[in-house]
C-alpha cells in the first residue's frame, strides 16, 4: 500500500495567491515525521518544512505552512503569496519514526506539478 | 557546513555496461545515507540505505548493488545495466536526531 498520496498531478495558480497542495499518509506508528520539498527543474530536492506527529501546532516556515490533520491523517502544504520561482514539483515525505529515529526512511510520494502565471 | 557531492550529472551508458555512481558527504561523521531513484513523472523510490560503513540495506529487489566503503562515502553499481534502470539517482544524508535529509545534486542516467 501506497505510504504516501497525492492526488493533484498538476495545479496552476495565478502569482500573489494562495495555493494548497494535497496529501495525506498511511502509517500504523505513533511517532513520525512529515516533510515537504521542492524540485525545480534542475533536479535537486529542496527541504521546505517538517511537522512532527507529535506537535501540536502547524509547521510554518515563511511563506510555506503545513495544514496537519492528524485524524484525518492529512498534511497539505500551503504556500501563500506565489511567486513565479515557486514553479516546481512539489513532493510530500514521511519517516516512520520519531525525530531520533536511527534509520529515517523517507517515503515520497509521486509528486505535484505546481505552475505560477502572472 | 556540511555539503554532499553527487557525480556524475547526466550519463549515458549503453545496456549491459557496468556503472559506478558515487556520493561523498562533507562536514559530518556517521551520517544515515541514502540512494533514491526518481523514473520519469513518478515520486522518488528508495533503493538503499546504510547506517555505517559496511552496513548496507536494499529496500527493493533490483539490478543494483550499494556499498559504503568510508564513513562518508555511499557507491551505487551494477554490473550490467538494464534499459529499466534509466532515471534520475539521488543521494541524500541525514544526521542521527535530526529532522529532514538533504540531498545531492543528482545524476541522471540514461540507458540506451
Known amino acids: 500500500a501506497q505510504k504516501i498520496t497525492q492526488t493533484q498531478p498538476g495545479m496552476f495558480v495565478q502569482e500573489k495567491e494562495a495555493v494548497t497542495l494535497d496529501c495525506t499518509y498511511d502509517?500504523?506508528?505513533?511517532?513520525?515525521?512529515l516533510f515537504w520539498y521542492k524540485q525545480p527543474s534542475s533536479g535537486e530536492m529542496i527541504f521546505l518544512i517538517y511537522?512532527?506527529?507529535?506537535?501540536?501546532q502547524n509547521a510554518t516556515e515563511g511563506r510555506y505552512s503545513l495544514n496537519f490533520q492528524k485524524a484525518r491523517k492529512s498534511a497539505n502544504l500551503v504556500i501563500s503569496a506565489s511567486q513565479l520561482g515557486d514553479s516546481a514539483m512539489y513532493f510530500c515525505?514521511?519517516?516512520?519514526?520519531?525525530?531520533?529515529?536511527?534509520?529515517?526512511?523517507?517515503?515520497f510520494g509521486r509528486g505535484t506539478q505546481l505552475t505560477v502565471w502572472p | 557546513s556540511q555539503t554532499i557531492h553527487q557525480w556524475p550529472a547526466t550519463l549515458v551508458q549503453p545496456v549491459g555496461s557496468p556503472l559506478s555512481l558515487e556520493c561523498t558527504v562533507e562536514?559530518?561523521?556517521?551520517?544515515?545515507l541514502y540512494w533514491y531513484r526518481q523514473a520519469a513523472g513518478r515520486g522518488l523510490q528508495l533503493l538503499f540505505y546504510?547506517?555505517?560503513?559496511?552496513?548496507i540495506s536494499s529496500e527493493v529487489p533490483q539490478n543494483l548493488s550499494a556499498s559504503r566503503p568510508q564513513d562518508r562515502q555511499f557507491i551505487l553499481s551494477s554490473k550490467k545495466l538494464l534499459l529499466s534502470d534509466s532515471g534520475f539517482y539521488l543521494c541524500?544524508?541525514?544526521?542521527?536526531?535530526?529532522?529532514?535529509?538533504?540531498f545531492g545534486q543528482g545524476t541522471r542516467l540514461t540507458v540506451v
Open positions: 511537522q512532527g506527529s507529535y506537535d501540536e
Open positions: 541524500a544524508w541525514r544526521r542521527r536526531g535530526d529532522t529532514e535529509a538533504f
Open positions: 502509517t500504523s506508528d505513533q511517532s513520525y515525521g
Open positions: 546504510s547506517v555505517g560503513i559496511g552496513q
Open positions: 562536514g559530518t561523521s556517521n551520517p544515515n
Open positions: 515525505a514521511m519517516r516512520e519514526g520519531g525525530r531520533g529515529s536511527t534509520l529515517g526512511r523517507l517515503y
